[in-house]
């Protein structure tokens, strides 16, 4: 810096001691005591940071979309079966429920009451 200097306003007791600016190697005279200004001290602060958690954030977001997609794609499905036998006779119950997309597990169910009502009545295919 060129030619530094500090802007000083000293008070006591509501009033002003001293009112001006010191340049670097003058002293504010004070009354009793004096102030100066003898040199400037540089300093410098340095800020390192280096962030640690950005690859496990990373492996999380990766696990949680992985999983949010098994989620969906592999929901549960729910199947019952019952054969009650009454006089020598069989009856075949089915129930079903699914946790997502109803509409397409009746659409399952209803392909596999058709699918087990021809193997019972031995229409298979070869």
Do not use: C
Not at 70 to 77: A, G, I, S, T
């Amino acid at each position: 810096m060129k030619n530094p200097a500090i802007r000083l306003v000293v008070g006591k007791d509501n009033k002003v001691v001293y009112q001006g600016t010191v340049r670097m190697g003058e002293k504010a005279d004070l009354g009793l005591y004096s102030i100066s200004f003898d040199d400037i001290r540089y300093w410098v602060e340095f800020l390192i940071v280096r962030e640690y958690g950005k690859t496990p954030l990373i492996a999380g977001f990766l696990l949680a979309g992985v999983g949010l997609i098994m989620r969906l794609v592999f929901y549960q499905k729910r199947i019952r079966l019952a054969v009650e036998y009454e006089k020598e006779k069989a009856t075949l119950f089915l129930d079903g429920t699914s946790e997502y997309y109803k509409y397409s597990f009746e659409d399952e169910m209803e392909k596999l009451a058709h699918e087990m009502n021809k193997f019972v009545q031995g229409k298979r295919e070869a």
